[in-house]
C-alpha cells in the first residue's frame, strides 16, 4: 500500500491529483482485494474440492485441477437427502412457532397494559441471557421422561427437538418485536377498535401485515440457528435417519476427514449456498436485528 | 382502519344507537370457531398426556399438565386475561424447556444421577432384581406361543393339555377354548392372536420385546416369572436377591450376602461388594467439591476455565479490532462499489458457522491441509494437534468467522455518528488519529459495548466452533478424564455429561452448567449496569 505512494515525494510541493487520490482513497482498493482473498478463499476451496473428481482431502490443493460432478452424484448413496429434510422440517417449524408466538407475546406487552407487565418484561430480559444450550443435561433427562409417557416427546423425535427450539422463542425473539411494535402509533389499533374491529383482528389483519419486515428476520434468526445447533440435535437425534445436517455432516468429517472430503465439500456447497444468498439478500434487515438483540457470531 | 372516520359521524347521531355490524357477529364468527377447534385438539392432546402419564405413573408430568391444561381452558374461556391469550403458548414452551430445565440443573448438580445412578431407589431395587435373575435349574419347559392382544404381547403356554395366559402386567391364568398342537403348543387362543414364528424370526425389534418381556407366574413376585430365549419355550426364571422392604435390604439367597443401600446411592454388601446397580442420591454441594478438589478434575478444569476466559476475551477484541480496523478503512465516501465490497466482505459471516468450522478442520490437516501446502510451503505443521497451535487455530477461524459482524456493526456505528462534532475537531485542527482517538473511538464504544459483552456471553459457550475445529483435542495426557487443552466449559460439560456416549456423569456436569449459568449471569448483569453508566458519560 506504501509503494503506491511512491511518487510523492518527487513533487512533493504540488502533489498530484493522481498521486492525492492514491493517498487518501487509492490505497484502499489494494488493501480491499487483500481482505477479499481472506474472506473469500476458503469458499473457493471448498467449491473448487467439491468439483475434484477424486473426491478426498488429498491433492485438492490445486484449484480446480478436474471438474466433475461426481460428488454431487455419490451424495444420493448417503442419507444427506434425508437430512436436508429433516433440516427443513426442524428449521421452518422452529420459525413459523418462534415467529407466531413471538409476535403474539409482543402484542400483548406492547398494546396491553396489565399488571405484572413489567415484571414478565424484566424477566424475559434475564430469562433470555441464559442460553439454553448450557441446560443441555436437563433437556436430555427431561425428554427421556417425557418420551416414557409421550413417545413422540421423547429423545430420537424431531418433534421433540423443535419444542426445545420453541423454549427459547419467547426469550429470545420478544424483545426485538417489541421494539418494533411499539413504532407502529396506537392510534390505529383505536380507529380500527371503533370500527369494532376484535382484538384478535387488530392483530392478525392490521399489526402483523405491518410488521412483516421483523416477522422475516425473526423467523430466518430462528431457522439459522435451527440450522447452526449441533449440541442439543447431537443429543435429541439419535439415529442417523433422524439428524439434521450439522449432526450428520459433522459425522462424516469425525470419522474419515480426507477420504469423505468429496461429499462433505459437495454437501457443503448444497446447504451453505441457499443460506448464504438469503443472508445476503437480507442482509439490511438482518443486521439491524443483529444489532439491536441476538448476536450470531 | 380508514373506516373509523367514516362511521364516526354515524355514531355522533343522536339516533338510538345502532350495534355495529362488526359487534353482532364477535363471539360466533370464524374466529371464534377456530379457537373452539384448537382448544378441543388442545383439551383431547391434553388428556391422552394426563392419561398416559397416570399409566406411566409419572407424577411430575401428570401435575404438570393438568396445571397446564386447566390454565389454557381458564386463560381462552374466560373473557379476561387478554394479555395471557396472546402470551401464554409462548410461555408454556418457555417455562417447560427453559425455566424448568435451568430448575432441574440446579437439582441434578446436587445429585450423584449419572452412570450407575440414574433411576430412584424403588426402581434400582426392581432393576437389581431383574438383573438378577437366572433361569430356575429344575424348571420345566413349556411350550410357548407368543401372542398379541390390547394390552401388547403376552406369552400362551400349554401346561398338561390347558393354556395359560399372560402378559408383562397381568399374571399366569387359564384360558378355555384355546386349541393346542400335538407338542402341547398353544395354536389358538380366544381373544388374542397368536404371532406367527415366521414373523418372530424377521423382526427384529419384535424379537427382542419378546425375550426382554416376563410374565408373572402368579401375583407373589417370589415365584418368578416366565421367559424365553428364542421364543418357542418357555422356563421359570427367578431372582437369587430377595427384597426385604422393611430393612431396606436386598438378601442374596445364594451365598448369603445382605446388600444395604449406603449413603451414596450403593447397594453394598457385607462382603464388600457391591451390586451394579444404584440410585441417585441427593449429595449438596459434593459435586462442585468434587470440581476442584479431585486431582483427576481439578487440575484439567481449572485449565479449561482459564482457557474459557482468555478465549471469549481474545475473539471478541480481536474480531472487534480486525472489524473496526475494516471499518475505518473503507468507511470512505470517495471509494466507488462500496455495496459489493461490503457483501463480499461479510462472507464468511453469511456462511453457515458450523460449515465453516468443519471446513477449516480440513484446511487445517496437517498432511493434506491447504494451510500448509500454500501458506507453509507444504510443511507438515500439527495445526490441530499442538495444545498451542491449536489454541491459535481456534482463535483464527473464530476471527475469520467474527470479523464480519464488527465490520457491520462499527460501519453502522461510524455512520451515524454526529458529523457536527468531528467537523469542529477538525476545525480546531485535530488531526485524523486525533479524531478517532478522541471523538470516534469513544462514541463507538459507547454503542458497540453491548454488543461486545453479548458477544463474549455467546463465545463463552461457542461449543460448535471448539467440537467442530478440535474436538476439544489435543487430549489432556495428564489425567483419565476426556477432556483436552482447546475444550471450554460447555464442550467440558458436553464431554462429562456422556450424553453422547462414554461415561455419564449428569451431576457433575449440571454442576458445571450452574458455574457456566453464574458467569453468564454476572456478565450480563455487570453489562446492563455499564451501558447505563456509559450512556451516562
Known sequence: MATSAAPAPTRRRQPTRRSRWWLEVGWRYPVAAVIIFYAAFPLVFVLSASLDERGSLAGTSALFSSISFQNYANLNDTLFWTWVGNTLIIGSAAAIGAVLMGAAAAYAFSRFRFKGRRFSLTSLLILQMFPQTVAFVAVFLLLLALGNVVPALGINSKLALICVYLGTALGANTFLMYGFFNSIPQDMDEAAKIDGASHSQIFWKLIMPLVS?????????????????????????VSSENWTLAVGMYQWVSDQLSARWGIFSAGTIIAAVPVLILFLALQRYIVGGLTSGSVKG | ????????????????????????????????????????????????????????????????????????????????????????????????????????????????????????????????????????????????????????????????????????????????????????????????????????????????????????????????????????????????????????TLTNTETGVVYTADEFGTFRGDDGSSLPVGFYVNVGFDNFVKAVTDPDYAGPLLKVTAWTFSFAILTVISSF?????????????????????????????????????????????????????WFFFGANINWL??????????????????????????????????GETLEAAKIDGAGSWRQFRSIQFPLLLVSTAPLAIASFAFNFNNFTIIYMLT???????????????????????????????????????????????????????????????????
Open chain 2, 321 to 373: 479490532l480486525l472489524g473496526l480496523l475494516f471499518a475505518l478503512i473503507f468507511n470512505d465516501d470517495r471509494i466507488k462499489g462500496k455495496k459489493v465490497l461490503r457483501t463480499l466482505f461479510i462472507l464468511p459471516y453469511a456462511f453457515p458457522a458450523f460449515l465453516s468450522a468443519l471446513l477449516w478442520r480440513g484446511m487445517l490437516n496437517s498432511e493434506f491441509g491447504i494451510i500448509n501446502d
Open chain 2, 385 to 418: 494437534g499442538d495444545p498451542w497451535l491449536a489454541k491459535f487455530s481456534i482463535l483464527f477461524v473464530n476471527l475469520w468467522l467474527s470479523y464480519p459482524y464488527w465490520f457491520l456493526v462499527c460501519t453502522g456505528a461510524l455512520q451515524s455518528m454526529p
Open chain 1, 213 to 237: 419486515p421483523i416477522l422475516a428476520v425473526v423467523g430466518l434468526l430462528a431457522f439459522i440457528s435451527a440450522f447452526g445447533d449441533f449440541i442439543l440435535a447431537r443429543i435429541v437425534l
Open chain 2, 471 to 537: 474436538n476439544g483435542g489435543p487430549r489432556f495426557t495428564d489425567t483419565s478424564v476426556p477432556l483436552g487443552s482447546t475444550d471450554i466449559l460447555i464442550s467440558a460439560i458436553y464431554q462429562i455429561s456422556g450424553v453422547a456416549g462414554g461415561r455419564a456423569d449428569y451431576g457433575l456436569a449440571a454442576a458445571l452448567s450452574i458455574v457456566v449459568f453464574v458467569v453468564v449471569g454476572a456478565v450480563s448483569a455487570i453489562a446492563f449496569r455499564q451501558t447505563k453508566k456509559l450512556e451516562e458519560f
Open chain 2, 1 to 248: 382502519m380508514t373506516t373509523g372516520q367514516d362511521a364516526s359521524p354515524e355514531t355522533v347521531k343522536p339516533k338510538p344507537p345502532r350495534e355495529s355490524y362488526a359487534r353482532q357477529i364477535q363471539g360466533m364468527g370464524w374466529g371464534f370457531l377456530v379457537k373452539l377447534l384448537l382448544m378441543m385438539l388442545v383439551n383431547a392432546l391434553g388428556l391422552s398426556v394426563i392419561l398416559s402419564a397416570w399409566n406411566a405413573e409419572a407424577w411430575g408430568i401428570l401435575t404438570a399438565s393438568v396445571v397446564l391444561l386447566i390454565a389454557a381452558d381458564v386463560v381462552y374461556f374466560s373473557k379476561r386475561m387478554l394479555p395471557l391469550k396472546y402470551i401464554y403458548p409462548g410461555l408454556v414452551f418457555l417455562l417447560i424447556f427453559q425455566v424448568f430445565t435451568m430448575a432441574y440443573t440446579a437439582y441434578v448438580a446436587s445429585t450423584n444421577y449419572g452412570a450407575g445412578h440414574n433411576v430412584s431407589k424403588e426402581q434400582a431395587v426392581e432393576s437389581a432384581l431383574i438383573q438378577d435373575e437366572r433361569q430356575v435349574a429344575d424348571s420345566p419347559i413349556y411350550p410357548l406361543a407368543v401372542v398379541r392382544g390390547d394390552g401388547g404381547l403376552g406369552f400362551a403356554v400349554g401346561v398338561d393339555g390347558e393354556v395359560q395366559v399372560g402378559t408383562a402386567e397381568q399374571p399366569l391364568e387359564v384360558v378355555d377354548g384355546a386349541a393346542l398342537d400335538d407338542s402341547g403348543r398353544p395354536t389358538e387362543v380366544p381373544g388374542w392372536e397368536v404371532v406367527p414364528r415366521a414373523e418372530l424370526l424377521s423382526d427384529q425389534e419384535l424379537a427382542q420385546e419378546v425375550t426382554s418381556l416376563r410374565v408373572p407366574v402368579s401375583d407373589d413376585a417370589d415365584e418368578g416369572s416366565l421367559r424365553t430365549r428364542e421364543g418357542s419355550t418357555a422356563s421359570i426364571y427367578r431372582s437369587s436377591l430377595v427384597w426385604d422392604e422393611g430393612a431396606g
